[in-house]
């Protein structure tokens, strides 16, 4: 039987504040990762998303599936804002989640105090330099 190196899907299975972000990544419950993230009521899932353009209603499948558990969606777009495509608006309002678009940074401090007061919120932010 051959072995070697397992590649799991990135996943932290519980709801924790965002420690730090910058040199591409993040810190949370006192790990570390690189790329970009998706903070949901389920989890903090490595994200494959690096660029505000290529956010669409396919890289926030993960996101829709859980709209019964989200009201607000913070999406961290990098480092400057920018607005969301029309269809993934219309995809989020018909699944009852208000999106709001803004630098990663911005999101990062928002998801981190409405974490603290436990509201159903979500985060996709993406990674920064």
């Not at 397992?6 to 419950?29: L, S, T």
């Not at 353009?53 to 920018?82: C, F, H, P, Q, Y």
């Not at 018909?94 to 159903?120: K, Y």
């Amino acid at each position: 039987m051959a072995r070697g190196i397992i590649i799991r899907e990135q996943h932290f299975p519980g709801r924790a504040p965002i420690d730090a972000y910058g040199n591409g990544g993040f810190r949370f419950a006192d790990m570390s990762h690189r790329g970009s993230i998706l903070c949901l009521p389920s989890g903090i899932y490595g994200w494959d998303v690096a660029d505000g353009a290529d956010i669409d209603e396919a890289s926030l499948a993960r996101v829709l599936s859980e709209a019964a558990e989200i009201e607000v969606l913070l999406v961290g777009t990098g480092k400057n804002l920018m607005p969301l495509k029309r269809p993934l608006r219309e995809a989020l309002k018909e699944a009852q989640i208000s999106a709001d678009p803004m630098s990663t940074g911005a999101a990062v401090r928002t998801f981190n105090i409405l974490l603290a007061e436990n509201r159903a919120a979500a985060a996709a932010l993406i990674a920064v330099e």
